[in-house]
């Protein structure tokens, strides 16, 4: 069925997520508009670890959320036909061929340091977005992709899936009816003890493992600086810091957008870094372990616990002076400070990446809000960049509002009471 031809010009600026008054519509113009019983055409860009996970969640989803596949795209040319063959489509290996098809939208389950330009040319290509986690490498990136996304008004999704369980939400809006009182301070972790060979360390992966014949080395490096193949960076990219920020934007990305969305904070006034390479000195530049504070204007501080060396966790909660409000394993429950339940919430949903793409294929179609969307990526990119260059600097940051960019927290005036009640 024709698109174009079924769907009106209110679902198009339905799915578009813009007032009427704000877009120029033209026919011809950008992606096709997509209509409740439309197919939605999806490509993918990165068919590696997670490209694999979004492969089989699409097909999973297949039926039940009317998809088709155009292609599947890798610079390593055998994971683009692996992932090729299992949705019977077509291969490619340059993601720009790809955004050249009819396709509605396309993941992005590359290293970070891709995710920016992939998603703009995406974006200008006329194109929605699943991006990965992440949603990009550096602050000024993000910038980048958030201009675009105003510019071009498509949507993106960002892949912090967690967002696809409503306890976040759910406890947002009991913390804003007063249940646990004025929130000071939230703590979560996220901590694993890896084998001997450390974090994102491959054992089947040594300096002599050889480059695949049919993997475009320099299309992979892409923007990061030049270098021979090199097996560690291709397949352990998580420990340099030219390609990833490693525990904080690989894995307390996924935790502080969870408080963030609770307390519904945004961007930090300060933040800390604390941690280092204790216990794998081994060429990474990124640590181990590591723990970041992060101020927020409200007047509320987020700890959040990062050692890869030891798997004992700590209760995530959020700290009110009424009550405290813990996150479970079923969704959440407030206690007063003698232990007596305030208020509970059994969580629907989960951290699901069908959930996730169920809930972009709802916004393409019918408008639903995006669970994880670019402002939320955004200030999750904020976050642990400040976090990791106040480790990196030994210095506290300072998220300069003005000139929307951090700074040394020393050269700003910043006030130590709430900016916003
Ligand atoms: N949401 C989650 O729970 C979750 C879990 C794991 C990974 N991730 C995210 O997914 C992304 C990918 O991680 P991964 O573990 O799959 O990495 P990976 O190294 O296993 O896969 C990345 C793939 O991207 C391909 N690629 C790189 N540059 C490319 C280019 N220019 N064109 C086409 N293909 C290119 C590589 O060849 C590789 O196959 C990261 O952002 C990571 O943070 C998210």
Not at 94 to 111: M, N, Q
Request: charged share 25%; net charge neutral.
């Amino acid at each position: 069925m024709s698109s174009e031809k079924s769907v009106s010009r209110r679902d198009f600026l339905v799915a578009s997520g813009v007032a009427a008054t704000t877009v120029a519509f033209s026919a011809s113009s950008y992606a096709r508009v997509i209509g409740a019983n439309d197919r939605i055409r999806m490509g993918f860009i990165g068919a590696g670890g997670m490209g694999s996970g979004h492969i089989a969640a699409c097909l999973a989803l297949k039926d039940k959320d009317n998809l088709e596949f155009l292609g599947v795209c890798d610079c390593w040319k055998t994971r683009a036909d692996e992932g090729a063959a299992k949705l019977s489509t077509k291969a490619f290996t340059d993601y720009r061929k790809l955004l050249e098809s009819d396709v509605d939208y396309v993941t992005i389950a590359t290293p970070e340091h891709w995710h920016s330009q992939m998603t703009i040319d995406a974006l200008d290509a006329g194109k929605a977005v699943y991006v990965e986690k992440p949603m990009t490498h550096t602050i000024p990136q993000a910038q980048a992709v958030m201009k675009k996304a105003k510019e071009t008004k498509r949507p993106l999704q960002v892949g912090v899936q967690a967002m696809s369980d409503d306890s976040y939400a759910s406890a947002g809006e009991a913390i804003k009816r007063g249940v646990i009182g004025k929130v000071v301070q939230a703590q979560i972790e996220y901590v694993r003890r890896y084998d001997k060979q450390g974090p994102w360390r491959d054992p089947a992966v040594s300096d002599s493992t050889a480059q695949p014949a049919d993997l475009d080395w320099n299309a992979w490096l892409g923007h990061a600086p030049k270098v021979d193949w090199n097996p560690h960076h291709y397949y352990e990219w998580r420990n340099y810091s030219r390609y990833s920020g490693g525990i904080c934007t690989d894995l307390f990305i996924h935790r502080i957008t969870r408080i963030m969305k609770a307390c519904d904070l945004l961007y930090p006034r300060r933040v800390v870094g604390m941690g280092g390479i204790w216990q794998w000195p081994d060429g990474r530049d990124l640590p181990d372990n590591f723990e970041m504070i992060c101020e927020y204007p409200r007047g509320m501080t987020v700890y959040v616990l990062g050692t890869m060396s030891n798997r004992v966790g700590i209760d995530h909660l959020i700290r009110g002076y009424r009550g405290t409000l813990y996150f479970t394993g079923s969704g959440w429950v407030a206690k007063d400070k003698d232990g007596k339940v305030l208020e509970q919430h059994e969580k629907t949903g989960g951290e699901d990446i069908h959930l996730h793409h169920t809930n972009l294929h709802r916004h393409l179609r019918e408008g639903t809000p995006l669970n994880c969307p670019i402002d939320l990526g955004m200030a999750g990119v904020v976050a642990v960049n400040m976090a990791n260059e106040s480790w990196r600097s030994s210095t506290m940051m300072g998220w300069d509002a003005k000139a929307e960019k951090m700074v040394a927290a020393s050269t700003l005036s910043l006030g130590h009471e709430p900016e916003e009640e």
